[in-house]
């Protein structure tokens, strides 16, 4: 619908009308789930101030009608906060008035802890704290500011699948940074969950990355036992059906490392990866067995856990969230050849869609939620296609702005690319 709209005035009734969609009525919240649970109910929080709202009153100052509406769609869906520096003070009063202001609404708010030591390998999302103790310290401030209330807490993305030993060849060569960042990890999830309402997912990277077994042991020493589970497709694009077949072999196969037959205790290496085929090297790297590019093939990896695992029990089996924010048209592929170098798919790719919205009735026994993690329309940083000395991104034909920072026009083309099409939130889940 077109909002009538007076080129030399904001008329207060218009104004009300497109924010009000931002933030669904007190009255349609809910209450929150029990302790360490997610009921398929769940309200998620919505931030009355988010850069979606805020460019939503700059497009109605600029007579922008049809974008004020889609973005103040996109504001009135909840996404995730994320907290990613500060002095542990200073973390801990952010992190508290953020679950008071959702308590006020019966509400839960979804919070990102993204602080560990070497984030992202020093690249475009490059931060962190300066040291294990200081992230510690950093981390404990984060959880006495979640206290008792309700909170979903995604734990340090790509900090476990992308270990100090995998920044780059002789990166870690005696070990010693890696083994901190587990401890880290270790840590961190103690310090969570002693809040009593806190649900924490620790990321395990996404189904084109490392293979079952190999994630699955990088949970396993980084204590996800210990946590409600895992998450998934944090700032990615792979569709959502991908994500939680693949989420549900990393579960299984942590059940059969931990809890299955006394012969696979301690080998969740000895699972069949995404990448596995009978025909072909069982050793979660691309390219040695079938085409990941290609999910048909999966029914091989199916049929390995049909013949090896079976059906543990329900209540035996991790749980994991996946991140739809811009899943909706799956991941980008530039035509073949027009890169010579790497095309950086997972960097602000061309075409992409807001996917499923954020909710706790997942229809998928382990998948606890569907959440926006990723803030949507932030950029994923100034990518350039690995084009030699290049600083303009090809597919955009301008520099992208820096990693976190607001993107209008992608904001715009990932909600007019959203799929299912995006409406405003009224409240029901």
């Known amino acids: 619908m077109r909002i009538p709209l007076h080129r030399a005035a904001l008329p207060a009734s218009a104004l009300a009308l497109l924010v009000a969609g931002a933030v669904p009525a007190a009255a349609e919240a809910r209450p929150a ?11 998620f929080y919505v931030d009355p101030d988010s850069d979606a709202t805020r460019q939503a009153l700059t497009d109605l100052t600029h007579h922008d009608l049809d974008g004020a509406k889609a973005m103040a769609q996109l504001a009135s869906w909840p996404e995730a906060a994320w907290f990613t520096d500060g002095t542990p003070a200073e973390v801990e009063a952010k992190v508290r008035a953020l679950v008071r202001r959702a308590e006020r609404t019966g509400t839960v708010p979804v919070l990102v802890a993204y602080n560990i030591p070497q984030r992202d390998c020093s690249q475009y999302s490059a931060g962190g704290a300066q040291s294990d103790a200081e992230y510690r310290a950093w981390i404990d401030a984060f959880a006495r500011g979640l206290g008792r209330s309700k909170a979903v807490v995604v734990l340090e993305p790509d900090g476990l699948a992308n270990l100090p030993a995998d920044c780059a060849p002789g990166a870690d060569p005696t070990g010693e940074q890696t083994a901190g960042r587990l401890a880290d990890l270790n840590h961190a999830i103690d310090a969570l969950e002693q809040q009593p309402n806190s649900v924490v997912y620790l990321d395990a990277g996404n189904s084109h990355w490392h293979g079952v077994g190999a994630i699955a042991q990088r949970l396993l020493q980084a204590g996800v036992d210990r946590a409600q589970g895992f998450s998934l497709n944090v700032s ?6 991908r994500s939680t077949h693949y989420g549900t072999w990393v ?12 012969w696979a205790r301690g080998h969740a290496d000895w699972c069949a990866s995404q990448y596995y085929s ?14 990941v590019e290609d999910p048909s093939t999966w ?9 090896n695992v079976g059906a543990p029990p329900a209540g035996e089996l991790a749980h994991f969230v996946v991140d739809t924010s811009r899943n909706g ?7 073949v050849g027009k890169y010579s170098g790497d095309p950086q798919t997972w960097c602000n790719a061309p075409g992409s869609g807001i996917g499923d919205r954020p909710t706790a009735n997942t229809g998928v026994p382990l998948a606890d939620a569907f959440l926006w993690i990723k803030t949507v329309g932030q950029s994923d ?7 030699p000395g290049g600083t303009v991104d090809p597919e955009y034909g301008v520099v992208d702005p820096a990693a976190g920072a607001w993107w209008p026009a992608q904001a715009k083309s ?3 690319n959203a799929s299912p099409a995006l409406t405003f939130n009224t409240g029901r889940r």
Do not use: M
Not at 33 to 43: F, G, K, V
Not at 236 to 241: G, L, P, Q, R, S
Not at 329 to 335: A, N, V
């Open 299 to 307: 029914h091989w990896t199916d049929q390995w856990f049909q013949q």
């Open 33 to 43: 789930p029990a302790s360490h649970t997610l009921a398929p109910n769940t309200a």
């Open 236 to 241: 990615n694009y792979f569709a959502t059906d």
């Open 414 to 416: 990932l909600v007019s």
């Open 278 to 291: 009978p025909a072909a090297p069982n050793d979660g790297q691309p390219g040695n067995a079938v085409d």
């Open 381 to 387: 940083g100034q990518c350039n296609r690995s084009i």
């Open 329 to 335: 048209r799956s991941d980008w592929k530039p035509p």
């Open 251 to 262: 579960s299984q196969c942590l059940w059969f490392a931990t809890k299955g037959p006394d």
